[in-house]
């Protein structure tokens, strides 16, 4: 077991573990720690507790010092330097003619580098942008490309639940998402409704996937035909997925049908099949295919990134 604690990083989601050595450190507190960047500034989300050692990368990197007022001064002195270099590197960009959209710009805590982010369709020749802000800055210069799901994970944003955007909060990486999640849902296909704010399939399809798969199994299709308990037949009109309940259009008399609802436990049927696509137009059939294109585009683009 190692004892460790959990820091984040203003531009990071992700919680990274360093060795707290002897010291005391409470949640919510600053730390100055030393990163594969160099030094950096952080802020504690997990107090001091024991891991197994197999989730910890090692070697784990030591805390240095619970952050001084010197240390809060430094990087609040930095957030200010980042907004000029904002400014400065939209000009370069301009001036060299680059196509690409810079999203941040971000100093490490010591100074050691400043990093910039951006987006663009296609690898970027920016060897002479870098030249130019080297040339400004005096200090090392990083240009970073990222995903649209990644600036929105920077600028963050709200959702249309009317919350803030899951990546800019709490989500450390981002899973895998597909049309396939919005089907077993039940959600409309209209890829409007189903993308986030990056335009790209909204992260929280995945949060509910495992629930509703095994919640659909369990139920039969609407116009299945089934068996209920007290011995009647009929066919599916709705299904009530979360509350596992089905309403059945039976037979009550020889011409008289009634709708009668029954728990999934009362009912018999044959294991449920495969839905086929669910009806959409042709601009949302067009639009989504687009949609998953831009998906595994994304998924491979991380894949070449590693």
Do not use: W
């Not at 992700?14 to 990163?35: H, L, Q, R, S």
């Not at 970027?124 to 080297?134: M, N, P, S, T």
């Not at 800055?137 to 649209?148: D, N, P």
Request: hydrophobic share 35%; net charge neutral.
């Amino acid at each position: 077991m190692a004892r460790v604690i959990g820091v984040r990083f203003r531009k990071a989601g992700k919680i990274y573990f360093f060795d707290p050595m002897d010291m005391e450190i409470e949640n919510g507190e600053a730390v100055i720690v030393e990163t594969a960047r160099g030094i950096e500034y952080g802020r504690v989300v997990l107090g001091v507790k024991e891991v197994d050692d197999e989730k910890v990368v090692q070697p784990l990197k030591p805390v240095l010092r619970v952050a001084t007022e010197a240390d809060e001064k430094q990087a609040e002195t930095n957030r200010q330097k980042e907004k000029d270099a904002f400014r400065i590197c939209l000009e370069k960009i301009a001036k060299h003619k680059l196509e690409m959209k810079l999203i941040d710009a971000e100093y490490t805590f010591d100074n050691n580098k400043v990093l910039f982010y951006f987006t663009a369709d296609g690898r970027i020749d920016f060897r002479e942008l870098v030249k130019d802000l080297a040339a400004v800055f005096k200090t090392r210069i990083e240009l970073r490309q990222i995903g649209v799901r990644d600036e929105a994970k920077i600028l963050g944003g709200i959702g249309i639940c009317g919350r803030e955007l899951c990546c800019h909060t709490f989500l450390s990486e981002f899973a895998p998402v597909s049309i396939k999640m919005a089907k077993e849902q039940n959600l409309s296909l209209n890829p409007i409704k189903i993308s986030g704010v990056c335009g790209r399939l909204m992260c929280c399809l995945k949060n509910e996937e495992e629930t509703y798969e095994y919640l659909n199994s369990r139920l039969p299709n609407v116009g299945d035909t089934v068996t209920t308990d007290d011995g009647m037949r009929g066919e599916v009109q709705t299904v009530s997925v979360l509350r596992q309940l089905v309403k059945v259009i039976v037979n009550v008399n020889k011409d008289e049908k009634e709708v009668r609802e029954y728990r999934v436990d009362q009912l018999k049927f044959r294991p449920r099949k495969k839905k086929d696509k669910n009806k959409i137009s042709a601009e949302e059939l067009k639009a989504l295919e687009e949609l998953e294109k831009k998906e595994k585009k994304e998924g491979m683009s991380k894949l070449d990134d590693n």
